[in-house]
Every structure is written in C-alpha cells, then in structure tokens.
C-alpha cells in the first residue's frame, strides 16, 4: 500500500494532466468511496479550474495516508476508469511502480512558492505577464480571490505550476525570475537552488 502512496506522488503530475478531462467524475467516486474526506470534498468541489481540482483533489487523497492512496490507484486501474480515460492505460503495465531516475529535476514545491511569492509581492502582476506567461484575465481573477498580495503572487506561481506540469521545476523558476528586467533580488531566489 505504501507503495501506491509514493507512486501518486510520482504520478502525480500526469494524473493531473489526464484527470482534468473529467475532473468531477474522479472527486464523484472518490467521495463515493471514502477516499475523500466530506472536508475534502467540500474543499475541493468549488474549484473551478480542472486542473486545480485535480491537484486539490490528489493532495487530499496524498495527505490522508497509504491506504487513500491505495484505494485511488485501484480505482485509477479499474474498468471503469480505464474506458473514461484511456491514457490511464499506463497504469497495468509492470514498469509503472518503478521510481524515477534520480537525476529526473524535482517539481517546485509549495514552500518554495511562498517563499518566493513574498519576495516578488510589490510586481507580482509584472511577472506573471513578462515571464510566466500568466493572462490579464487569470491574474485579475487572482487578485479578486486573494486579498493579501503574498497570496496573490502565490496563487499566480501555482497556476503557473499547474500549467506547466512536469517542467514546473524550481530550476526554471529560477532561470525565469533571474532575468534583468525583473530586478528580483538574487537572495531572493536561493531558495529555489536548495534541494526539497
């Protein structure tokens, strides 16, 4: 079972990417089955965007243990599953439950994310634009979601994690936010250079 737990985490990403198709039909039957909490599944049925859904909805499933996790992976291998997604397909092959290898870059964390948002507070609208390539329309969204500035600039970095998926790494961001007409604070972005 503690396998299947580390397994979501390395999946995680592409799970995002495939489950965001039908993101209320994976938070349906995971409710269904207890693998979400009725916290969760209130928490995590407002999001509006898929692919915040999704993350919210793997995270929960993640934060809850070994068995959760279990219990998602085998819903995930299912038929049912199977015929409404068929990228899971992946899934029944016996390569899948081997670990990356270690030189595969970490995804940026959450941490590192806040860490950086507070350095980025007074221009984080400048750089979800510049660099990030986050839309005036996203942005506006974020700022009337969040009341405090850090939060804003946190949520704007997330939605760029979620966009970029498996190349969301703390090595681009950093190689992003470095760029001179930016003017970050080097000290600022060590923290993406720290291994989690």
């Known amino acids: 079972m503690g396998e299947d737990r580390g397994l979501l985490r390395r999946l995680k990403p592409k799970l995002i990417d495939i489950l965001s198709a039908d993101p209320e039909l994976v938070l349906q039957e995971c409710h269904a089955l207890n693998l979400v909490t009725d916290a969760g599944y209130k928490m995590v049925r407002p999001q509006q965007v898929s692919t915040e859904k999704v993350t919210a909805l793997l995270d929960h499933v993640y934060d809850r243990g070994s068995e959760a996790a279990h219990g998602l992976m085998e819903l995930l291998r299912g038929d049912v599953f199977l015929e409404n997604f068929p990228r899971l397909s992946f899934l029944k092959t016996p390569d899948v ?7 595969v870059p970490e995804l940026v964390t959450q941490k590192q ?3 950086v948002a507070g350095a980025i507070t007074g221009n984080w609208k400048e750089v979800g634009i510049l660099v990030l390539d986050v839309s005036s329309e996203e942005l506006d969204a974020i700022k009337q979601d969040n009341s405090t500035s850090t939060m804003q600039a946190f949520r704007m970095l997330y939605v760029w994690r979620c966009c970029q998926r498996e190349q969301a790494t703390a090595a681009k961001l950093y ?22």
């Open 113 to 115: 994310l806040m860490k």
């Open 175 to 196: 190689f992003l936010l470095s760029t001179e007409k930016l003017a970050i604070a080097p000290e600022s972005l060590v923290c993406l250079q720290e291994s989690n």
């Open 97 to 103: 439950d081997q670990p990356r290898p270690s030189t």
